[in-house]
């Protein structure tokens, strides 16, 4: 997926700040969240084409796409392009972020998709509505949900999707071993300063994050999966601390 000739620059923690506050998806983070997702995820054009293509294999006529926490619709445009026409699918997309919401709608109805979609107001952390599903998605959005609420949330996902349908997660993720968890800390921070991010950028980031971004270790996600009644899991991507699986029902 290109990237907008418009898309802002993220600077959002370039001056010091007297004290950090926890990170929000409000308006400021909104205008310049596609820059800091390219500029902070690594690999993350690869990633939405693994995505969009592993979504295309499941997508089943006459059902719906979720993609629960959407941001600004990046990962339904990718799904837009890649699901065949032809195909009749619905694509909802559910985000708590009101700004995220009204950035994706401007990016959707740009693209002129050629499948019926739809954007709503969500709090995952509710446990999420998920009905006539042959996919959901949840790119780097289950990090954000309270732990708390995470096994409420897949299994609202187990029983809204039909039969052979999937859900496909995309993580920030801890290392298995404290080590292994620095050593892979330490060269996605080296990855950010070749993005242009200061080390003050990103000790504040992560300072604003502590608290908002839990991170599981892969095996904790596997085990959150077959809780909610998944039986077969896998990995399709893996770069030091960020991982993406798919499981299907």
């Not at 000739?5 to 506050?21: A, V």
């Not at 080590?179 to 990855?191: D, G, P, S, T, V």
């Not at 242009?196 to 994050?209: D, N, P, T, V, W």
Request: aromatic residues 10%.
């Amino acid at each position: 997926m290109a990237r907008g000739s418009t898309e802002q620059r993220d600077r959002i923690f370039r001056k010091q700040q007297e004290s950090i506050t926890d990170f929000s998806f409000g308006q400021e983070t909104a205008t310049v969240f596609d820059d800091m997702l390219h500029r902070s995820i690594p690999f993350y054009d690869e990633i939405q084409r693994m995505v969009s293509e592993l979504v295309a294999d499941f997508a089943a006529d006459g059902t719906n796409i979720f993609d629960l926490g959407c941001s600004t619709g990046n990962t339904l445009m990718a799904i837009g392009k890649t699901v065949p026409k032809e195909r009749n699918v619905r694509l909802i997309g559910i985000d708590y972020s009101e700004e995220m919401i009204e950035k994706a709608r401007q990016k959707l109805q740009q693209a002129q998709l050629g499948h019926e979609y739809e954007l709503r107001d969500g709090d995952l952390n509710q446990g999420g509505y998920i009905d006539n599903a042959s996919v959901v998605l949840l790119i780097l959005t289950l990090q954000f949900v309270r732990p708390l609420y995470r096994d409420l949330l897949l299994a609202n996902i187990y029983r809204g999707l039909k039969p052979n349908g999937c859900v496909i997660i995309v993580e920030k993720v801890l290392g298995e071993h404290s080590a292994f968890n620095r050593l892979f800390i330490k060269h996605y921070y080296e990855m950010k300063k070749r993005q242009g991010y200061s080390e003050l950028e990103i000790a504040q980031k992560r300072e604003a994050l502590e608290n908002v971004l839990i991170p599981y270790r892969v095996k904790e996600n596997e085990e959150l999966l077959e809780r909610a009644g998944f039986k077969h899991v896998d990995i399709f991507f893996k770069w030091y601390n960020f991982c993406a699986m798919i499981a299907f029902k």
